[in-house]
């Protein structure tokens, strides 16, 4: 069964989130994770400017639809919203709409409580976990490393 991120093919993971107002506080959530040990295909940095979200990401998360390519990475490039899972839309579509960033991570090595702790320690508004379903939010199954 292929995985990507640690969430399955067909069921999905959990996953915790948080909105944080401005990049230098999303950008130390980000260094917060990749500290604790989350790999960087489990972190996905989401904002309404990709270029905004690929440098908050850097090198240390994915963005979603990054290195998704064929017919899904092009047909994510055209939907409204960029693809995002409804999931993330409904818990976070006013904070995206209003300009904030948001950072998501996969629970795998560590629980999603453990992320959302941390999230919170970064700052982040609206600390949320949910079961993800399956979605290119994270890094392609190619691209997501052994397990």
């Known amino acids: 069964m292929a995985t990507a991120s640690y969430l399955e093919d067909t069921a999905g993971g959990m ?4 909105a944080f107002d401005d990049d230098g506080s999303a950008r130390q959530a980000v260094e917060l994770l990749a500290g604790s040990g989350v790999r960087p295909q489990d972190i996905s940095v989401i ?3 990709p270029r ?3 440098r908050i990401a850097g090198d240390q998360a994915w963005t979603p639809g990054r290195s998704w390519s064929g017919p899904l990475g092009r047909l994510m490039k055209l939907l409204p919203g960029g693809g995002l899972p409804k ?3 409904r818990r976070y579509g006013a904070a995206l ?3 904030r960033v948001i ?6 090595g560590q629980p999603a409580d453990t992320l959302a702790a941390l999230l919170a320690q970064a700052k982040g508004a ?3 976990q949910w079961w993800q379903p399956p979605a290119p939010l994270f890094a392609p199954p190619e691209r997501a490393g052994p397990f």
């Not at 950072?103 to 795998?108: D, L, N, Q, S």
Request: glycine share 16%.
């Open 126 to 128: 609206d600390v949320l």
């Open 47 to 49: 904002a309404r400017d």
């Open 97 to 99: 709409s209003g300009g």
């Open 87 to 89: 999931d993330v839309r």
């Open 52 to 54: 905004r979200a690929d």
């Open 15 to 18: 996953v915790a989130g948080a």
């Open 103 to 108: 950072v998501v991570a996969a629970a795998g």
